[in-house]
């Protein structure tokens, strides 16, 4: 049995180099395959002698189909009067139906309670996880009618008949254990996954089960001929559920990839061989193996998993949310002082000039290309919230700039930062007489002073809104205030920057502004701590209301 499925297969193991590092063999071909060569190898079969002794002549090759395959090979010396002898290994179920013997010791008619004792050890098998093959042979003798004359001739149709079964081989592929974990983050992510396999249905549910892909009792196993049998809404029905598609052909795999798509889902598709590159083309995201994949496989897919690892793929599910938030914190952070900066010049302009521009052009540049660009580049660098892979997926059509971007950055964070930065304003103004005088004119000291207290207004509220913006409902004490070395250094570069444009003379020609006093530095110290405090408390609240409605998933 062992020289039979040897001999039909087309993996080699390659041995390990002297100076490998870690003294593995590598397997060119199937993994499936090569676990053959190597029981056959712990079976102490001379693998040489057995090809040289069985020559191959001949390759029926697998086909999702058929499930099997079937090579030729010649013999030396005759073997059951014949000098050829074909073996046929493939799915047990499929290769038993072209049985009409067995083998112990020597060949007898099968029995109709061998082919039961048979399928019962591969149900055993199967639901333990394993996968198995089965194992048979044929002797090709000159004197059967039905042989062609010419090997070129040979066919599946012809070939593979009158077997004479050799025996079961199971053997495991354990998955890794970081995948259980990666298939619960994506439960808790709402990201639906199908196992689509051309494993045994008993086989293939054993593992889903390990793994957590299937959990309930009513979870469904579909059949390669069973989905046969079912039309586009009955198929659409069944994956609502939870469901594993076991015996699938390649155009099988294609058609539940266009069902899910017809649904309104994103599709990621992983995929390793030839047949799989329809499949992996149609879907909106096609992963293919890095390292068994094939040159097509890998050609059609939109992304090459080098590790062949699973759990890599949610790892970055993980690393594009994290990315996408980012992107959106920045945005926001950069949105926050706009509506100060905004609100300046419509305060003057609906004043009718009663209040001057609280806010100069070279400040409003101050901001927009200085204190605010390393704070937020800093917010690209944030890790992954703890609880970015509870959160369900964006809808496809959502826009990174949305309404809850624009409602959080330009009105809530925006009008918090305004009353602060106008309130400086008119502190100086109020300071020096204001009401009972009018506001200072532009070009007087008072002025100058105004306007730098509002820069320093919405400075020191982007100071505590950049730390606000770290998160999006978790508290930032349970990141860590100083985890971002990015940010903070941003943070003390943009106090830098703050006190040279106030006490350097030169730069206040610039910048138009003035040296403030203890007074306004007493205002506006606080700043950037009552930011934060709101912000913190604005997020505790929606915490606790999702605590008690529940986070829909």
């Known amino acids: 049995m062992l020289s039979g499925a040897v001999l039909c297969s087309n993996a080699k193991l390659i041995a390990p180099e002297k100076d490998s590092i870690n003294g593995r063999y590598t397997v060119l071909g199937d993994p499936t395959e090569a676990c053959l060569e190597v029981v056959a190898r712990k079976g102490k079969i001379d693998l040489d002698k057995l090809n040289s002794y069985y020559p191959r002549i001949l390759e029926l090759p697998f086909e999702s ?12 010396e005759p073997f059951e009067g014949s000098q050829r002898i074909a073996f046929v290994k493939g799915s047990p179920k499929e290769v038993m139906e072209l049985c009409t013997h067995c083998f112990q010791g020597k060949a007898r008619a099968i029995s109709d309670e061998d082919r039961i004792n048979i399928m019962k050890a591969n149900d055993m098998y199967a639901r333990e996880g394993l996968r198995v093959l089965a194992v048979a042979y044929r002797t090709l003798k000159p004197q059967d009618k039905d042989l062609p004359s010419s090997i070129r001739d040979y066919s599946p149709e012809v070939i593979e008949k009158d077997l ?10 354990p998955p890794r254990k970081e995948v259980k974990e990666a298939v619960e983050l994506c439960h808790s992510a709402g990201i639906k996954i199908v196992m689509i396999t051309g494993d045994y249905g008993l086989t293939a549910e054993s593992i889903a089960r390990k793994i957590g892909i299937i959990r309930s009792n009513d979870a469904k196993i579909i059949s390669g001929v069973e989905l046969s049998n079912m039309n586009d809404e009955e198929l659409k029905e069944v994956l609502k559920g939870e469901v594993v598609f076991a015996r699938m052909a390649p155009d099988q795999k294609y058609r ?12 990621a598709v992983t995929g390793d061989g030839v047949n799989d590159s329809p ?11 890095g390292i068994t994949g094939t040159d097509v496989a890998k050609e059609a897919a939109d992304m090459i998993l080098t590790d062949d690892n699973f759990a890599s793929i949610v790892k970055a599910i993980e690393e594009g949310r994290a990315v996408y938030n980012n992107i959106r914190k920045f945005l926001r952070y950069i949105f926050d002082s706009n509506t100060p900066e905004a609100a300046a010049p419509a305060l003057y302009l609906f004043s009718g000039g009663l209040v001057p ?30 609880n970015i892979m509870n959160q369900p997926p964006r809808k496809v059509n959502e826009r990174l700039l949305n309404k809850k971007v624009i409602l959080v950055g330009f009105i809530w964070y925006g009008l918090l930062i305004t009353l602060f930065a106008l309130g400086g304003y008119f502190l100086v103004n109020y300071l020096n007489g204001w009401p009972q005088k009018p506001l200072a004119m532009e070009g007087s000291t008072i002025y100058y002073k105004a306007t730098t207290m509002m820069l320093v207004g919405v400075v020191f509220a982007q100071m505590g809104m950049v730390m606000n913006n770290r998160t999006e409902s978790e508290s930032v004490f349970k990141r860590g205030i100083f985890t971002n070395k990015y940010i903070n250094l941003g943070l003390v570069v943009e106090f830098l920057i703050l006190i040279a444009i106030i006490y350097i003379p030169i730069l206040n020609n610039v910048f138009n502004t003035s040296p403030i006093g203890i007074i306004e530095w007493l205002y506006a110290l606080p700043i950037p701590f009552v930011v934060f405090a709101i912000e913190e408390l604005r997020k505790k609240i929606i915490r606790n209301r999702h605590k008690r409605k529940g986070v829909k998933k």
């Open 65 to 76: 189909r058929r499930k099997r395959m079937t090579t030729i090979h010649q013999l030396k």
């Open 164 to 173: 004479t079964f050799l025996g079961l081989i199971a053997m495991q592929d």
């Open 256 to 267: 539940i990839v266009c069902a899910l798509q017809e649904m309104g889902n994103i599709v």
């Open 279 to 289: 499949a992996l083309k149609k879907a909106d995201i096609g992963v293919a193996m």
């Open 357 to 386: 521009m609280p806010l100069t052009i070279m400040q409003i540049l101050t901001i927009d290309i200085g204190t605010d660009m390393i704070p937020a580049l800093g917010l690209g660098a944030e890790l992954p919230e703890d």
